[in-house]
């Protein structure tokens, strides 16, 4: 008579896909999101170094270098403004949007105010 103690013999064999599968799709629905938010972190980035350089660029020389300097950085100028020596651009890149501030000042160290020179340069 057949030994019913342990029941029915199984095969473990192919209990591992299944749950291999599993992981891979946690793992697809993970990867997902975190890509989106690593490209919103990078365009953010963008945008903010675009709307830098493009007010510095206004600043020393107009509207038209920036919006030349936001292009050659991947954005798009939105806004420009001009009040006194303060310039403040807004710029976009991709979906994200930055403003920047530059002025329009010369302040001399103070070693050039009275015309001498440190030694050693």
Do not use: C, F, K
């Not at 192919?14 to 997902?32: D, F, H």
């Not at 530059?102 to 001399?108: K, Q, T």
Request: aromatic share 2%.
């Amino acid at each position: 008579m057949p030994d019913r103690r342990h029941g029915p013999v199984r095969s473990a064999r192919g209990q591992a896909t299944p749950l291999w599968a599993v992981v891979i799709v946690l793992a697809a629905l993970l990867l997902v999101p975190t890509g989106l938010l690593i490209r919103a972190t990078v365009e953010r980035a963008e945008a903010r170094a675009a709307a830098d350089a493009a007010a510095l660029a206004g600043a020393l020389a107009g509207e038209q270098e920036a919006r030349a300097v936001a292009a050659a950085n991947g954005g798009r100028v939105v806004a420009y403004a001009e009040r006194h020596d303060l310039v403040e651009v807004t710029v976009v890149v991709g979906d994200r949007q930055a403003t920047a501030r530059a002025e329009r000042s010369l302040r001399l160290a103070p070693h050039e105010r009275d015309g001498t020179r440190r030694r050693g340069r």
